[in-house]
């Protein structure tokens, strides 16, 4: 008997590892706005849904490093639904005080942009699966606003 269930779980856990889940990716990083004491960031990432109804997404929550460091963190619950059988853009602003910026100056260095790994956990609640997190992860360069960016 207990060789039939450790056959049963083994099938069933086979079965859900070939279901087919939502995947994203992040398109762009893009500056925002220039403000007194921060600079904000938006991220754009698209995520495809191969299910014919809509997922509602529990939370967005990332981590924004430079340079080894964590330079922003945030979590946005939720930010809405993932559309039927189709790609959702989804937008978020992130905020870096001027006073990380500044501790980044040695990356900044000639060319005035900031290499960054962006790492994004967006939770949905499948049926049948469960509570379920996509994770997504970026690199690239951000370039810094400059004084004409203020005026």
């Given at each position: 008997m207990a060789s039939l269930l450790a056959k049963a779980k083994d099938f069933v856990a086979d079965k859900a590892t070939t279901i087919p889940k939502p995947e994203g990716s992040v398109t762009d990083v893009d500056l925002k706005d220039v403000n007194r004491d921060s600079?904000?960031?938006l991220?754009?990432?698209?995520v495809t849904n191969p299910y014919s109804h809509s997922i509602p997404i529990g939370e967005i929550s990332f981590t924004f490093h430079s340079a080894g460091r964590e330079i922003?963190?945030?979590k946005i619950p939720d930010p809405g639904s993932l559309k039927a059988n189709g790609m959702t853009a989804?937008?978020?602003p992130m905020v870096v005080p001027y006073s990380i910026?500044?501790?980044?100056?040695?990356?900044?260095?000639v060319d005035w942009d900031i290499d960054y790994e962006l790492q994004?956990?967006?939770t949905i609640d499948l049926p049948v699966v469960g509570e379920f997190t996509i994770p997504?992860?970026?690199?690239?360069?951000?370039?810094l606003p400059t004084f004409k960016d203020f005026f």
């Open positions: 600079v904000e960031y991220a754009k990432v698209s922003g963190k945030g989804l937008d978020f910026l500044f501790n980044l100056a040695r990356d900044v260095g994004i956990g967006l997504i992860s970026s690199k690239g360069e951000i370039k």
